[in-house]
Antibody, heavy 122, light 109 residues
Framework: EVQLVESGGGLVKPGGSLRLSCAAS????????MSWVRQAPGKGLEWVGRIQPITDGVTKDFGAPVRGRFTISRDDSKNTLYLQMDSLKSEDTAVYYC?????????????WGQGTMVTVSS | QSALTQPASVSGSPGQSITISCAGTSSDIGRYNLVSWYQQHPGKAPKLMIY???KRPSGVSNRFSASKSANTASLTISGLQAEDEGDYYC?????????FGGGTKLTVL
């Protein structure tokens, strides 16, 4: 069974930084595109970004609201995905989900973690 | 990239069918056959229900079907059951970007 477990969420002040982690198991992590999706309290889903596997060049793409402030990386030796969030704003407050991307079909988020809450507040 | 447009809410009685629309543009839904749909129950992570416009992942009931016409995608749930109640989101690929709809709350009366 594929499992994704996020960690690293918490309370951070505006302008601060936070790094989220996502530990993956039950899949060949090296070959998998991965993504982050967030959901502000009481709001809808919003795509944060994605990262290709090393075999595809580890290219990264980001949604406009986080471009230039967030970055995604992966450590295939640890089956772990990361989301580095800098210059955080109150509007970044959300549950952050780690997801697989393209494992089932193209352009779909097939497996989701349980999410980790990030609160940006002074 | 603007969010896709979904109705805020839909409702139906057990056994009935409902359809949720998802309106996009020629840059997303209209350009790519890469529409997916997600079901979310309160406090839970979303679940993939449909990918590539009309394909069901293994384990998803065949009561769920979907289609696309021009810039609009649709999700149909037939034989409504109480367990179908929840939030539904559409999503489309759009050239190095992915955009979600605002979500539709389905109430089973």
């Amino acid at each position: 069974e594929v499992q994704l477990v996020e960690s690293g969420g918490g309370l951070v002040k505006p302008g601060g930084s936070l790094r989220l982690s996502c530990a993956a198991s039950g899949l060949t992590f090296t070959n998998v595109w991965m993504s982050w999706v967030r959901q502000a309290p009481g709001k809808g889903l919003e795509w944060v970004g994605r990262i290709q596997p090393i075999t595809d060049g580890v290219t990264k793409d980001f949604g406009a609201p986080v471009r230039g402030r967030f970055t995604i990386s992966r450590d295939d030796s640890k089956n772990t995905l990361y989301l580095q969030m800098d210059s955080l704003k109150s509007e970044d407050t959300a549950v952050y989900y780690c997801t697989t991307y393209g494992v089932v079909g193209v352009g779909a988020f097939a497996v989701w973690g349980q999410g980790t809450m990030v609160t940006v507040s002074s | 990239q603007s969010a896709l447009t979904q109705p805020a809410s839909v409702s139906g009685s057990p056994g009935q069918s409902i359809t949720i629309s998802c309106a996009g543009t020629s840059s997303d839904i209209g350009r790519y056959n890469l529409v997916s749909w997600y079901q979310q129950h309160p406090g839970k992570a979303p679940k993939l229900m449909i990918y590539e416009v009309d394909k069901r992942p293994s384990g998803v009931s065949n009561r769920f079907s979907a289609s696309k016409s021009a810039n609009t995608a649709s999700l149909t749930i037939s034989g409504l059951q109480a367990e179908d109640e929840g939030d539904y989101y559409c999503c489309s690929y759009a050239t190095n970007n992915l955009v979600f709809g605002g979500g539709t709350k389905l109430t089973v009366l």
